[in-house]
């Protein structure tokens, strides 16, 4: 509880102790402890009357009530500074590329336009200001600017939520970051069966399956690379995804001044990790063409596994790929050169990358009849809507299958044969 005194009355370090004046003229002091108990730090503050005393001592413990007491100077912590703190509070509990991409964020956008402001001079106005500058000054896309946006929202809500701020000041500025959002328009890109073919025939052996793993399975480049033999079920014909080759690793403590450069970066070593934004014990199953099983048997029989043990950035597995040298796992940096290679000895001069491999299967399946609910599943979609909504564009004989069907039903071409009732999995209110 705090509590106002005069230190020339009780206090034997003070210079004017003892005093036994009743209207000594002296200060007064208010003594108070922050939120927390007694764990809360504990201030004071001097007043020269004991009505002003009084006064602030109420102030604070209305403040402590209501949830609303911010620490004294905290508003003036340069705005960097609690973005760090943001930063290292994740901990280990932050995947390891989202926390390189908010420190690249602070080093390339925040850090330049903020330099050392205080986190409670920024106001919505300056918020609009900085998201004007990245996209005029630094000439990024108005959707990169809202993401670095969203990310310093976050560290607004997190300097509120430790006391530095009484009140966020991006609240005022979501009509902007809604807009944005709409405008925000991707187009899709596919190859040709006949370029696939080509890029696949002209990568080395080794590395050819990668293709067929992408287009036929829907896999990212980081799944593919991270195919091991014991997620395939030759006699059920699916493929079980549950890890990926990334590039966020933990990288191990640097000794010598080239480990100490070559870690300057923090978190980039390549690693095999279980699939970001999932459980721990969830993955998905992928149904495993007939075709693509084949070429598995043949990629075994010709170039064998590579075996991974437990440790540092690894899972244990014997792994579909590995290295030219077969000394270490499928890194980006080789796939990216096999790619551009095979893609310029096939005489492709457009634009392809690995990933139209993905939306090539998404798109042959989608316009064949599967259902979007489905291919959401083997994709990895949290929600099929980010399908539809990427894809609907080869779906657009849809409303007229539905149509023909429920006609032919209703006109007797079609007889159904539906349960009375059946029970479903729906989320609880």
Known sequence: MARVFQKCKEDEKSRNYPCDQTRCGHPWTARYREPGGRTGRQRERAFAKKGQADAFVAKIEREKDLGTYIEPLGFLTPLVQVYREFIDIGGDERVNSTRYAYETSLRLHVEPYFGARAIGAIKPKDLKAWLKWMVEDRGYEASTAINRYETLSGVFSFALANDYIAKNPCQQVKAGRTRAKRKTKKTIHLPTLAEIKA???????????????????????????????????????????????????????????????????????????????????????????????????????????????????????????????????????????????????????????????????????????????????????????????????????????????????????????????????????
């Open 199 to 429: 890029i696949a025939a002209n990568l080395p052996g080794p590395f050819r399956l990668l293709v067929w793993l992408m287009a036929g399975c829907g896999l990212r480049i980081g799944e593919a690379s991270a195919v091991s033999l014991q997620q395939i079920d030759f006699d059920n014909g699916t493929l079980y995804v549950d890890r990926q080759i990334t590039q966020d690793g933990k990288n191990e403590e640097p000794i010598t001044k080239r480990q100490k450069a070559a870690t300057k970066g923090r978190g980039r070593a390549h690693c095999i990790r279980h699939l970001k934004w999932r459980d721990q014990d969830e993955g998905r199953s992928v149904p495993l063409p007939a075709t693509i099983a084949a070429k598995i048997r043949e990629h075994l029989q010709l170039h064998g596994t590579f075996r991974v043990e437990d440790g540092l950035n690894r899972i244990a597995g014997d792994y579909l790929f590995s290295n030219v040298g077969r000394t270490n796992i499928l890194m980006y940096s080789l796939v990216d050169r096999l790619w551009r290679n095979a893609k310029k000895a096939a005489g492709i001069t457009r634009k392809i990358t690995p990933h139209w491999l993905r939306h090539f299967f998404a798109s042959a399946g989608l316009c064949k009849g599967v259902p979007v609910t489905d291919m959401a599943e083997w994709l990895g979609h949290r929600d099929p809507k980010i399908t539809h909504q990427t894809y609907a564009h080869i779906m657009p004989d849809a409303p007229q299958r539905l149509r023909t069907v429920m006609d032919s039903v209703f006109m007797l071409e079609t007889e159904l044969n539906l349960p009375l009732q059946f029970d479903a999995l729906v989320e609880a209110a």
